[in-house]
């Protein structure tokens, strides 16, 4: 056996001249917006909202849960959960259950002594523009192993069976991560980036970016999406820091203290057991009109494995927030993140963004049982606004999702040296350092943190 390295100790050195390098090979930063366009306007993309009796293959069963007829896919039943502390400590509401473990792949290659990655323009339902960039590989188990009966996925082998993809190249990033804790039950993807040395015939759909350009680009609303930048969240590419509030071992320790303490109960319920919700002809809606709702969709897109199908999707009801407070203790820079409880986690909690949340759910909830730190990012005087763009959540899954994204600088008056139980200070590095493991960040603070590795913005 040849021994190795225990740590790739050259990747985050090679990251740090992609995050820096933003002009690229392909095309200019500037030119992507057109690339786009032309993708888009390539193909035939159309979605229109449907009754939910026009899905075709979906139906209502026992119980009142939505599945496909295959028993793949995903499927819409109830959970009941609950969390024991305020503002609610207990409530049940519809998720989406999709046990499978789909795989987000971006494909890299260096050229120029530089890396680049293989990024897809790709249409999603929900996508409030249709087509977005996308990792090179972004399918469940059921699109890749071709329930639906469609075309095969385009590069799958880099990133399927773990002696072809060491033929094929070398693993930077393999580690499964949660999906939406609110909206789905314990949903893993596979996050991977794999380096080929391979003459890679790129397809009509797809160009290869330096994460510095992919972090132009996440400077603009709704042009990357969540897919790319969770895989890219997991890039060792923040470099470790010289101090920090709490030593690693000190921050693990509190991490799993805070996973103790909170005793989180869920199970899956029909459906039709979910009180407070209506399931009517066209959603499936909470008796208040809050939160989301669940509707039908037909799809069309000329560049997708099948052209057209029909599925159910979540539709918030608001647009989201989320933000992290940074301050700086002796030179270092940190972020302030929460440690939240969200029904649909494999385990009771994550860490977050300091503020994560849609504001319009609270509204009619007095100003002390509103989220911590709410107010002070909604007021933050623009000066004081290090990063702000809107990005789109998962659109496979949720109609025209949408948060607010920022990274605001904080003081001893916004957010004290000692924060609130539940809070705590880490640095980027501390934060990177966590995410290339499963289930520690979540998927609000992992586009926050993919904002940091390229660059987009500095803390």
Known sequence: MRLRPRDDVDVQDRLARSAAETAGVWMSTPEVAGWLARRAGAHRFRVERIPFALLDGWSFGPGGNLAHRSGRFFSVEG?????????????????????????????AKEFNGVLHFLMQAKMEPGNPRLVQLSPTVQATRSNYTRVHGGAPVRYLDYFTGQERAQERGRVLVDVLQSEHGSWFFRKSNRNMIVETRDNVEVG?????LTLGQIGRLLRRDNVVNMDARTVLACAPAAPPEVGAALSDTELVSWFTAERSRHEVRTRLVPLDEVSGWTTGEWSIDHERDRYFRVIAVSAEAGSRE??????????????????????????????????????????TVELGPTVQCTPESYVHLPVSRRPRFLATVLGADPGRIRYEAVHAEEGGRFYRAQSRYLLVDADERTAAADPPPGFTWVTPGQLNSLARHSHYVNVQARTLLAVLNSRAAEV
Do not use: K, M
């Open 306 to 347: 099948v052209h057209r199908w029909t599925q159910p999707l979540f539709e918030p009801l608001g647009a989201g927030v989320a933000a992290f407070l940074v301050r700086r203790f002796g030179g270092v820079p940190h972020l302030l993140v929460r440690a939240r409880v969200e029904g649909g986690f494999l385990g």
């Open 204 to 208: 009509d759909d797809f160009c290869w």
């Open 79 to 107: 959970l009941h959960i609950v969390a024991g502390e305020d503002p609610v400590p207990e409530w049940r509401q519809p998720i989406i259950v999709q046990p499978e473990i789909g795989i987000l792949g971006i494909l």
